[in-house]
Nanobody
Framework: QVQVVESGGGLVQPGGSLRLSCAAS????????MGWYRQAPGKQRELVAI???????QYQDSVKGRFTISRDNAKNTVYLQMNSLKPEDTAVYYC????????????????WGQGTQVTVSS
């Protein structure tokens, strides 16, 4: 089993910053992509940012220039630095990690965290 735990959410004023962290643990053989998704009330879950094992990144257009995704492979951790936050960034943010698991890495996994609330409001 692979577990994913997010942290770092909270309440922030418009224009403020937050840094989300997500740590993966368990029977991890390798980690491929690590990503952040968000879901606002009444809306579908959407991709915010993703980073591959090689360090390539992809962002949702609405967060480009404001959010930065990074990862620490030694710690199996992915971060999301969020600057210039807007009220429309308010959502539950979920971390997703996928890769190979077990001693031999023959099996794949796709793990989600429980989510962390980010609220941007004055």
């Amino acid at each position: 089993q692979v577990q994913v735990v997010e942290s770092g959410g909270g309440l922030v004023q418009p224009g403020g910053s937050l840094r989300l962290s997500c740590a993966a643990s368990g029977s991890i053989f390798s980690i491929d992509a690590m990503g952040w998704y968000r879901q606002a009330p009444g809306k579908q879950r959407e991709l915010v940012a993703i980073i591959t094992s090689g360090g390539s990144t992809q962002y949702q257009d609405s967060v480009k220039g404001r959010f930065t995704i990074s990862r620490d492979n030694a710690k199996n951790t992915v971060y999301l630095q969020m600057n210039s936050l807007k009220p429309e960034d308010t959502a539950v943010y979920y971390c997703n990690v996928n890769g190979r698991r077990g001693y031999s890495g023959l099996n794949s996994y796709d793990a989600w965290g429980q989510g962390t609330q980010v609220t941007v409001s004055s």
